[in-house]
């Protein structure tokens, strides 16, 4: 089956700890992303990539990193988490990140920074 | 710079009324237009999208969306609404390379 997979679901963690979420994607799509939604605010960019070894940022990339080694796989790390990063996290992934290409999204992660 | 506005955080309306989710947008070219629909613990999944020519577009699950230009609005409507349609509705524009959602809608299916 086609799918974004994110891992884990939850996530509850203290303010400075090293966390990192998993996405990864079995379409062969070229384009990755990562958004946060907050309530009243919608989703809003982290970070995408293109392509292998291809990552810019997006709108709110503050307090984040993102790799892309492989196509498939696009980690999210916080390097040291503070409580304003408390948020539900998506990855999403398409073809070729243009318009004629949709975004399919992973099924979210919860995070909790205390 | 860019925005997407869904004037309604919350609309409820009775199951077989019909529905009207408003969406409005910035930008001066021709935009890219999407409708998200996102069920309670689920990613968002796309109902429809615009690129051009017929201003009108079907979507899933019997939604359409209408571009209207002058008004810069790309209003998601559906004729006749089941309780399955409670969920969170998200309108999108892609600028360039880059997806920007409104704030999102939530529908909420009174029996």
């Known amino acids: 089956e086609a799918q974004v997979t994110q891992n884990p679901r939850y996530l509850i963690t203290v303010t400075g700890k090293k966390l990192t979420v998993t996405c990864s994607q079995n379409m062969n799509h070229e384009y990755m992303s990562w958004y946060r939604q907050d309530p009243g605010l919608g989703l809003r960019q982290i970070y995408y990539?293109?392509?292998?070894?291809?990552?810019d940022k997006g709108d709110v990339p503050e307090g984040y990193k993102v790799s892309r080694k492989e196509k498939r796989n696009f980690p999210l790390i916080l390097e040291s988490p503070s409580p304003n990063q408390t948020s539900l996290y998506f990855c999403?992934?398409?073809?070729?990140?243009?318009?004629?290409?949709?975004?399919?999204f992973g099924n979210g992660t919860r995070l909790t920074v205390t | 710079a860019q925005s997407v506005t869904q004037p309604d955080i919350h609309i409820t309306v009775s199951e077989g009324a019909s529905l009207e989710l408003r969406c409005n947008y910035s930008?001066?070219?021709?935009?890219?237009l999407f409708w998200y629909v996102q069920s309670p613990g689920q990613g968002l999944q796309l109902l429809l999208k615009y690129f051009s020519g017929d201003t009108l577009v079907q979507g899933i699950k019997g939604f359409e969306a209408e571009f209207k230009r002058s008004q810069s609005s790309f209003n998601l409507r559906k004729p006749s609404v089941h309780w399955s349609d409670a969920a969170e509705y998200f309108c999108a524009v892609m600028y360039g390379n880059k997806l920007v959602f409104g704030a999102g809608t939530i529908l909420r299916v009174k029996s």
């Open positions: 990539s293109m392509n292998v070894e291809v990552t």
């Open positions: 999403a992934s398409s073809l070729w990140g243009g318009a004629g290409s949709p975004l399919h």
């Open positions: 930008y001066g070219a021709t935009p890219y």
